[in-house]
């Protein structure tokens, strides 16, 4: 039988043989020692269970370990692990078949890979051979990745290098103020009042919030100092994640695609937290916005955790890029490709789109009671199982609540029994935002409950087992 490490063990390995990095991110004062997870719950090597509210970072989409998932996983593992995509095997083929329904036309043809940054990185370069141009330009506060270049996708101190010219290795890469109708200087107060709405509608009561206008004059100013004319690329994610589960005014994400267009530039959605049913009212983010982007990134809950990402983008963008040869060893592995499958059929099957939609709006919902109790909670935000909760000194001032106030909710939480994630991080730009950040995944309604300030609680459900399965 698997026997975990002991706990001591692990630490000191991690101390001198892991990413010095990950001793920081270990997120808790005491850590969170996995043993296993099925469905919402993570398990401890103590036999604790934990409603994973964080899922793997909004990327565990169908549950931990679902049952239909690793089925498919275990076949296709017994029947092939590894060939290239030179020759023609079919779980490839079924995939990205399946994939492509999705998706509106014309996004159709699909390059996989196995990160998300990959995926962005890719994107770029598709981009800038497409249009023949190089600038690109981002959301300030973004995550699109570590890899070198996503890096200067990125606008996060935090994920960046205090080493000159290291910052941003992506040279002619811009960024655009975020539209962030909550800590930015434009939006009404109206904005927080509306919590289930993918696309917060910025309209003051008198038609006077002018915040979309004033966002988008930022773009313009962008467009008039930092980059010339034309532009390769935008790239912004429908909602924000790691910045917080941060909504633009309605209207914005239209307004700057077709902006962008006019200066030659193709528009980018970056589904790697969005895509896959987690927004509930729609498969991909970008819906919500009535957009269509000329190219979707995709990972995370893709492949339920299992590692792939993917570009989508049209045969016209395809044309341009089939220029050159684009080879990747593992991006259409064949397990990969089962799995994430796999992941399709059983959102379709276990219908999560409605459960993030169902769930995610009884929790907005209920935090949205808490927000307006409690003068700590500023805002609840954000659209199915992707919600931010930005914590705060007081309403009045929105300052973020202290780091050691939000460290002890923090503590308290996972000690109840539920794992949620940290957002909003602006590193050396101003006092750090303060946002836990919600994901959750397959859950019954009767597992999430909100009564107390101590945020969502997990009672201990009859019918799931309390220790090890
Ligand atoms: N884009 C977004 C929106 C992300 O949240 C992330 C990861 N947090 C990435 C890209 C990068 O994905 P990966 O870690 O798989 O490279």
């Not at 709006?361 to 935090?367: F, N, V």
Request: net charge neutral; hydrophobic share 35%.
């Amino acid at each position: 039988e698997y026997k975990d490490m002991s706990k001591e063990r692990m630490m000191e390995i991690r101390r001198q043989n892991c990413n010095p990095m990950t001793m920081k991110v270990t997120y808790y004062k005491k850590p969170v020692y996995i043993h296993q997870g099925h469905m919402q719950w993570l398990w401890d090597v103590d036999g604790r269970r934990y409603l994973d509210l964080f899922a793997g970072v909004a990327t565990v989409s169908v549950g931990h370990c679902h049952p239909k998932v690793t089925a498919a996983a275990e076949k296709q593992l017994r029947k092939l692990w590894h060939t290239t995509n030179i020759y023609v095997y079919s779980p490839l083929h079924e995939y990205t078949e399946k994939l492509a329904a999705t998706l509106p036309d014309p996004l159709k043809v699909i390059y996989l890979t196995n990160s998300g940054s990959e995926a962005n990185d890719l994107a770029m370069l598709m981009a800038r051979l497409h249009t023949g141009n190089f600038d690109v330009i981002t959301l300030r506060g973004s995550y699109h990745g570590g890899s070198p270049h996503t890096m200067g996708l990125t606008s996060n101190a935090a994920y960046k290098y205090p080493v000159t010219g290291l910052t941003s290795i992506c040279l002619f890469s811009s960024q655009t103020m975020c539209p962030d109708v909550f800590a930015g200087p434009w939006g009404g107060s109206n904005c927080r009042d509306s919590p289930i709405q993918t696309i917060r509608d910025c309209s003051c009561p008198q038609g006077s919030c002018t915040a979309n206008d004033k966002y988008i004059g930022q773009l313009n100013e962008v467009f008039a100092t930092s980059v010339p004319s034309r532009i390769a690329a935008f790239f912004a994610e429908p909602i924000m994640g790691v910045g917080g589960a941060v909504q633009y005014p309605k209207n914005f994400l239209k307004d700057t695609y077709k902006l962008v267009r006019e200066r030659g530039g193709v528009c980018i959605a970056d589904e790697v937290q969005t895509g896959f049913g987690r927004t509930g009212s729609h498969f991909w983010g970008f819906q919500g916005h009535d957009v269509i982007p000329d190219m979707v990134t995709m990972a995370k809950g893709i492949a339920n955790g299992f590692p792939m990402g993917a570009v989508v983008t049209t045969p016209e963008v395809a044309a341009s890029f089939a220029k050159g040869v684009h080879f990747n060893t593992f991006g259409g592995n064949p397990v990969a490709c089962a799995i994430a499958s796999s992941v399709l059929d059983t959102m379709e099957e276990d219908g999560t789109q409605q459960i993030s939609h169902n769930v995610g709006t009884y929790l907005l919902t209920e935090l949205a009671k808490m927000r307006d109790k409690y003068e700590i909670i500023g805002d609840v935000r954000g659209k199915g199982l992707q919600i931010g909760v930005e914590m705060v000194k007081d309403k009045a001032s929105r300052k973020p609540l202290p780091p050691a106030a939000m460290s002890e909710i923090f503590e308290d939480t996972k000690d109840m029994g539920v794992l949620i994630g940290k957002g909003g991080v602006y590193g050396q730009v101003r006092e750090w935002r303060s946002i836990w950040t919600v994901y959750g995944q397959v859950m019954e309604r009767r597992s999430i409950w909100t009564g107390t300030l101590k945020f969502p609680v997990c009672p201990v459900s009859q019918d799931l087992p309390a220790s090890k399965p």
